[in-house]
T-cell receptor, first 113, second 109 residues
Framework: NAGVTQTPKFQVLKTGQSMTLQCAQD?????MYWYRQDPGMGLRLIYY???????DKGEVPNGYNVSRLNKREFSLRLESAAPSQTSVYFC????????????FGQGTRLTVV | GQSLEQPSEVTAVEGAIVQINCTYQ??????LSWYQQHDGGAPTFLSY????GLEETGRFSSFLSRSDSYGYLLLQELQMKDSASYFC??????????FGSGTRLLVRP
């Protein structure tokens, strides 16, 4: 099993450009998450989807939109990229609430110039 | 709301024991998870405590006190490869998964 797959792995954008980060999981998990991690910092939750068909804001949602396309896929869109959005973005999934372990993708390293 | 506190950095010597603390405030608390992240890598799950007390998994143990809203991760027989960041994450009745700011562990020879 591939687990959680993120594309692309690296991306450079110019200020004002838009892009979509893709995330897919093959573990039949219900919940999916998007985080950003700035250098030397912790993981901050951008948006999450508790189950297919639902999405909710996390700690830092401004400047982002998400789509839970189906049970497998959860995309993150930057409509008008800003240098402050330069970060490493991680997607994660888990089976549900409670004690279930979260699995992370390998991250997308995004630079906005 | 939810709040988490962890020390930002801990340094220890190879072969020693180190404890990384986590205090939390969250409603609908279920339990406390710990994750490890090496530089340049993705976080990986280490442990989960639902009940008070110590859970041991090899060289790593995790402790929870629900009444004190406190937990810790204990790493024994430290190895150089244990140099990483460690995050606590309280599990609650929502589906949110919020992490602490992380503790950077530096293991010295």
């Amino acid at each position: 099993n591939a687990g959680v797959t993120q594309t692309p792995k690296f991306q450079v954008l110019k200020t004002g450009q838009s892009m979509t980060l893709q995330c897919a999981q093959d573990m039949n998990h219900n919940s999916m998450y998007w985080y950003r991690q700035d250098p030397g910092m912790g993981l901050r939750l951008i948006y999450y989807s508790a189950s297919e068909g639902t999405t909710d804001k996390g700690e830092v949602p401004n400047g982002y939109n998400v789509s839970r396309l189906n049970k497998r896929e959860f995309s993150l869109r930057l409509e008008s990229a800003a240098p402050s959005q330069t970060s490493v973005y991680f997607c994660a999934s888990r089976d549900g609430g409670g004690d279930t372990e979260a699995f992370f993708g390998q991250g997308t390293r995004l630079t906005v110039v | 709301g939810q709040s988490l506190e962890q020390p930002s950095e801990v340094t220890a010597v190879e072969g020693a024991i180190v404890q990384i603390n986590c205090t939390y405030q969250t409603s609908g608390f279920y339990g406390l998870s710990w994750y490890q992240q090496h530089d340049g890598g993705a976080p990986t799950f280490l442990s989960y405590n639902a009940l008070d007390g110590l859970e041991e998994t090899g060289r790593f143990s995790s402790f929870l006190s629900r009444s004190d809203s406190y937990g810790y991760l204990l790493l024994q027989e430290l190895q150089m490869k244990d140099s990483a960041s460690y995050f606590c994450a309280p599990m609650d009745s929502s589906y949110k998964l919020i992490f602490g700011s992380g503790t950077r562990l530096l293991v010295r020879p």
